[in-house]
């Protein structure tokens, strides 16, 4: 793929998701990505018009899996206006099913992969930090298993920045790096390799991105655990937040499994503390 | 209300529109995410520690939301702004003001979901100009993030000065117990969060269906 194309559809890319509309989902960004290649293909206006109507169809993945589909598209386009006239029909039926079948199956992934799991993963990974960042300092407003301190002197305040940093990082770097390269996979691999697709584990990823996320969820727990029982006077303070904790741990995850969300779960709270304060006080 | 403060309140309030803007139109670069925009504006009221605690809480609710195809999120970020600027106006306290800015966040998924309709609905009309002049694409992009921006912004501003304010105006109404009931729920929700990522990460993990 020309390098200067590729700049382009990778700078472009990041807008596919700006014309999304509920008729044909992405497809006006999609035009909007591939509009550099088809300029460059198709000198003709007579010809570039009916080609946008083609690019004009539906198109609707995960953007940042997106990157596999322009690569792919883009040999297809240059194969179409290489090929003869009377084998224009077929290609352009390949091309359109191709599209479909990679954009449903990047979706899959892209959609379990980032919006679900690394999205969460990089939440950990703030969580985590922003508890070590925390304990540091010496007085704290306990929340749950996060504790804040109270005197913004008592730490450089710059080091709290560090949990949102470690965030975007955690998450930008994976995911761009998947971008750039996607368009290199999809526009050098064949089908055999379902356009580049294959040549990433994206199974082993995803498992050991949920094993990543839990032992750390794990070790904010028990850190905070560890942290409390040092720093509690009395080991009943430390028996009634362990009871605490456990308890709304699995109320949560039950809940979930009811189809619960933690926002309805969090109204319930305050309505059955509610209540419960004015039987009980 | 001085004249500075409601521009600074302002200024807040165009910034988190810039930011949402990463959301649905941008990059996607999580930019717009609570833990970042709790930060941010933690830094800018000046006091960055509330900002990263209700930048976090926040995101420990909204786990369960995953932006997939049509389905409309609650913005964090708008939730995040409201919160901070309300509690840094009015000096609220967090637990209090904290779930009016979660339902405010809640409350702008519909507005998202309504331009998305306005944009939807003139649809065919868009394709055509396009078809015509291929330079309109770049405006009508433009012209979507404009309006994207001002409703955000408006959406925003909205919120602060006249949510904030009705929050207020029941504030003193709030009696001991409720407080109690709102500082329990305020402070159990990293537990919550805690469960909701525990089921997340652990889901299908361990029958060998790790991408289901």
Redesign the interface.
Request: charged content about 15%; proline content about 2%; glycine content about 4%.
């Given at each position: 793929m020309d390098r200067n194309i590729r700049y382009k559809i990778f700078f472009r890319s990041?807008?596919l998701?700006?014309?999304?509309?509920?008729?044909?989902?992405q497809?006006?960004?999609f035009?909007?990505v591939m509009?550099p290649t088809l300029r460059k293909i198709y000198k003709d206006d007579k010809k570039l018009?009916a080609v946008?109507?083609r690019n004009?169809e539906i198109f609707?993945t995960n953007?940042?899996m997106s990157s596999f589909a322009f690569g792919v598209l883009t040999r297809l386009e240059e194969e179409i206006s290489k090929s003869e006239k009377k084998n224009v029909e077929e290609i352009e039926e390949h091309w359109r099913l191709t599209k479909e079948a990679i954009t449903t199956a990047s979706a899959s992934?892209g959609?379990?992969l980032f919006?679900?799991?690394l999205?969460?993963?990089?939440?950990?990974v703030?969580?985590f930090l922003?508890l070590i960042v925390?304990f540091k300092s010496l007085t704290y407003t306990?929340?749950?298993?996060?504790y804040?301190?109270d005197e913004?002197e008592v730490v450089n305040?710059l080091t709290?920045?560090i949990?949102?940093i470690a965030?975007?990082l955690t998450?930008?770097i994976a995911?761009l790096m998947i971008r750039w390269n996607g368009l290199k996979f999809g526009y050098n691999c064949t089908r055999f390799s379902c356009y580049g697709l294959r040549i990433i584990n994206?199974?082993r990823i995803?498992?050991n991105t949920?094993?990543a996320?839990?032992i750390l969820?794990g070790l904010?727990?028990t850190y905070w655990w560890f942290n409390t029982s040092a720093m509690s006077v009395n080991i009943s303070d430390v028996i009634v937040t362990s009871i605490?904790?456990i308890a709304?741990?699995?109320?949560?995850?039950v809940l979930?499994?009811k189809g619960f969300?933690?926002?309805q779960?969090?109204?319930l709270?305050?309505l059955v503390?509610?209540v419960?304060?004015?039987i009980v006080? | 209300m001085e004249l500075s403060l409601i521009l600074n309140i302002l200024m807040l309030c165009l910034i988190s529109a810039v930011l949402e803007l990463d959301t649905s139109f941008i990059g996607q670069f999580q930019i717009a995410r609570p833990v970042v925009v709790g930060t941010i504006f933690g830094l800018l009221t000046g006091n960055i520690i509330h900002g990263l605690q209700v930048g976090i809480f926040l995101e420990l609710l909204l786990v369960d939301f995953v932006p997939v195809g049509a389905f409309v999120v609650p913005s964090g970020n708008v939730a995040a702004t409201c919160i901070l600027i309300m509690h840094s106006i009015y000096e609220c306290p967090p637990h209090f003001i904290f779930p009016i800015g979660l339902l405010c966040g809640w409350g702008y998924a519909y507005v998202e979901k309504y331009i998305r309709i306005f944009y939807s609905e003139k649809h065919e009309l868009t394709e055509k100009n396009i078809v015509n002049n291929l330079d309109t694409i770049k405006k009508w992009l433009l012209r979507n993030m404009f309006v994207n921006l001002i409703s955000t912004f408006l959406y925003v501003v909205f919120v602060v000065f006249v949510i904030g304010k009705l929050a207020m105006l029941i504030l003193p109404f709030v009696t001991e117990k409720i407080n109690l009931a709102l500082i329990f729920s305020y402070l159990i929700i990293p537990w919550i969060g805690a469960g909701r990522l525990a089921v997340n990460f652990g889901n299908n993990l361990f029958n060998g269906k790790a991408h289901g």
């Open positions: 990041l807008f998701k700006a014309g999304w509309n509920f008729k044909k989902f497809n006006i960004g035009l909007f509009l018009k946008i109507k004009l609707n953007p940042i992934i959609d379990n919006l679900a799991i999205k969460d993963f990089s939440l950990v703030a969580v922003s925390s306990h929340a749950g298993f996060l804040f301190v913004i305040s709290l920045l949990p949102a965030m975007l998450y930008n995911t994206w199974e995803i498992r949920k094993i996320g839990l969820v904010c727990v605490e904790a709304f741990i699995t109320l949560a995850i979930k499994k969300s933690a926002i779960l969090y109204i709270c305050i503390a509610c419960l304060s004015f006080l | -």
